[in-house]
């Protein structure tokens, strides 16, 4: 039976994960498993809270082992933090990476770091006569890898017959700039160094370290002997190739795997499980540079295959030809009904070649400090797998994300590794969906699952307009077919024939009422014409009438068909107009005062009509249509006020 593995990761994108990954998926390769790799994220703010809602998904029955990339997470939340949020989980199947974590049940990997660090330190002590070393440390981050990397560097200073002169620990926190000036600020020339040889927590600080060194004279490797920690890709491929150690990413992740996999099959394995790191010896050490497995595996691919420059070019313009119509389907408002009929169109087959979109009923606000929850109704909208040439738009597929990521049908026939992605614009989450991915280009899926997020969201946001200007629509039709009637029950201004006050305030209220129902706040305004007694005294009243009719044509120009507006008395017009967002006020403004200019002189009018407008917003927190007319009319008094401080 087919066995649904999640993995959970804060981040992607970078150069660990990636490893760890591949090695997961590599070991997953030919079993029977669903591997689904979920990207939590870290929560900073409500668009990677969208992403931490991951976590809920990893805890339906559906799942049957979860492995936690646990030292990515640990990067910003503690140890205790983490094991709370992963206590709760359902499946008693967790495997850890790289920690330990107190949970009832769960297995973890480990990396010892000790035996490394000792072949290192006699290394550089017995071949290069390094007798004084310092260490660029990250212990101030709290970091249990911190830790344990500064332990095993003094085990080994120790067992290596040397003294340690603490002074010489500089603090990085694992990032470039903070481990740069630990030495910039301490040194000022060459002859003020103390040591010959620096053993730095991670890659990044070990060139950080180089780059201060070099910036006051110091040579490396001639003057001073460096060693880093992970054994990154600029490591290898650096003009000056970086000494390090390999924390065998790929196999941490291929051990985690074979451990979720042989548990969910109920074989007993060890609590924990160590993991063998190993040294590299480069250039920064002096040792002779050794081409490495990165730059091998490129010159294999480069000289091996002549063709490989046309397949790549060829791969190239496919990639840019799929963004390009991804970012085009983003300019075009489309229905979701229209967009689900042609989304295969979009989905590189080589990358994503089979998806699952699942919407909620209602989309989830997600808000800062409150506990998100999984509605109990989702709906599987579109199934896509473009390798077995399936098509299957506008489902009606129900089913509980609180029980399953989703209907256990669209997984596919076939094995395969997954990325869930939510689907969300601003703090509303419409729904979610499960792509399958078929490639170890982790960056450039992401790019493409984004994508792929904002333009069914968008979508999701038009087609729910499109449903409310309709359903306003359609009200303003029979209020229309009825004029007689609604003549006769006094809703109807007789002179303008826009609503009247009474009119304007029970259909002003439906308008706001349902605009919030549909998710969309709007503008209220307030508005009069300007000099209106100097028209009649100078022209007459029936021209001042003519004037008050041209003004209510004038906002029929500039607003939309389903936008409620009405005449208060005299020259005062109201209006409610559902989905225009707060900013495009100027523009409107502008709209009025040009429509203004164009209907007086298209009437030969002896004047130009002017308005004074004032608007103010309204949402789901502030719908009180009275109030929000006194607000819109203040404002509308201080555009008055400024009219008649040029004017008069």
Not at 121 to 142: D, P, Q, V, W
Not at 150 to 163: D, H, M, Q, V
């Amino acid at each position: 039976m087919k066995k649904n593995i999640v993995v959970l990761v804060s981040e992607i994108a970078n150069d660990y994960s990636y490893a760890v990954l591949d090695g997961i998926n590599a070991f997953f390769k030919d079993k029977d498993v669903n591997l689904i790799t979920i990207t939590t994220k870290r929560i900073q703010n409500l668009l990677t809270k969208q992403y931490w809602i991951g976590m809920k998904l990893a805890d339906t029955e559906q799942i049957d082992g979860v492995i936690v990339l646990s030292s990515v997470y640990l990067s910003f939340i503690s140890k205790e933090e983490l094991t709370g949020i992963l206590s709760n989980l359902k499946t008693k199947n967790l495997v850890s990476i790289s920690t330990h974590l107190d949970i009832k049940k769960s297995c973890s990997t480990y990396v010892s770091c000790d035996a490394a660090y000792d072949e290192i330190i006699s290394h550089l002590k017995n071949k290069h006569g390094c007798k004084r070393f310092a260490f660029s440390s990250a212990l101030e981050t709290g970091s249990e890898e911190a830790k344990d990397r500064y332990e095993s560097f003094l085990k080994a200073i120790k067992n290596n017959g040397l003294k340690f002169d603490k002074s010489l620990i500089f603090e990085g926190d694992f990032v470039y700039d903070k481990a740069y000036y630990a030495i910039k600020n301490r040194y000022s020339k060459k002859e003020d160094l103390d040591f010959d040889a620096l053993i730095a927590s991670n890659d990044i600080m070990a060139f950080a370290s180089i780059a201060a060194l070099e910036s006051i004279g110091v040579k490396v490797p001639d003057d001073v002997k460096v060693v880093g920690y992970d054994d990154i890709i600029q490591s290898q491929v650096a003009d000056l190739s970086l000494s390090t150690i390999s924390q065998q990413m790929e196999v941490q992740g291929s051990t985690a795997a074979e451990i979720v996999w042989k548990r969910a099959k109920g074989q007993k394995v060890e609590e924990r499980t160590p993991i063998s790191i190993k040294p590299i010896f480069r250039q920064s050490c002096g040792c002779e540079n050794k081409e490495s497995e990165f730059l091998d595996k490129i010159r294999k691919r480069t000289f091996v295959n002549h063709n490989v420059s046309v397949s790549l070019h060829v791969e190239k313009n496919l990639i840019q030809q799929n963004i390009y119509f991804l970012l085009e389907a983003i300019q075009n408002e489309v229905t979701m009904d229209k967009l689900f009929e042609t989304f295969d169109e979009i989905m590189p087959r080589q990358y994503i070649p089979s998806i699952a979109v699942c919407m909620y009923d209602k989309p989830i606000v997600v808000q800062d400090n409150v506990q998100m929850e999984l509605p109990q109704k989702a709906t599987v909208k579109l199934y896509v797998d473009k390798l077995q040439n399936i098509k299957m738009p506008n489902l009606k597929d129900v089913f509980n994300p609180q029980k399953m990521l989703l209907p256990s049908k669209y997984f596919g026939t076939e094995p395969g590794s997954f990325i869930w992605q939510p689907i969300f614009f601003s703090n509303k989450q419409y729904g979610y969906f499960v792509a399958k991915c078929i490639t170890n280009e982790y960056l450039l899926s992401m790019i493409y699952l984004k994508t792929f997020s904002n333009v069914i969201a968008q979508s999701y946001i038009y087609t729910k307009q499109l449903e409310e200007n309709e359903k306003l629509s359609s009200e303003n039709k029979i209020l229309q077919m009825d004029n007689t009637e609604l003549n006769e029950i006094s809703m109807i201004d007789s002179l303008t024939g826009s609503f009247n006050r009474r009119g304007f305030e029970e259909m002003g209220k439906e308008a706001i009422k349902l605009s919030i129902k549909m998710g969309a706040g709007g503008l209220i305004f307030f508005a009069d014409m300007n000099d209106l007694k100097k028209i009649n005294d100078n022209y007459g009243h029936e021209m001042g009438d003519t004037a008050i009719k041209l003004e209510a044509q004038i906002f029929k120009t500039v607003f939309r068909q389903n936008d409620v507006i009405g005449r208060l008395g005299g020259d005062e017009f109201a209006g409610v107009i559902p989905g225009l967002p707060f900013e495009h006020l100027k523009k409107t403004k502008e709209a009025l005062k040009q429509a203004c200019k164009s209907v007086s002189k298209e009437n030969n009018l002896p004047f130009e009509i002017s308005i004074s407008f004032g608007a103010v917003e309204y949402g789901p927190d502030n719908c009180n249509l009275q109030q929000l007319l006194k607000a819109a009319d203040k404002e509308q008094y201080k555009e008055k006020h400024k009219y008649h401080a040029t004017h008069h």
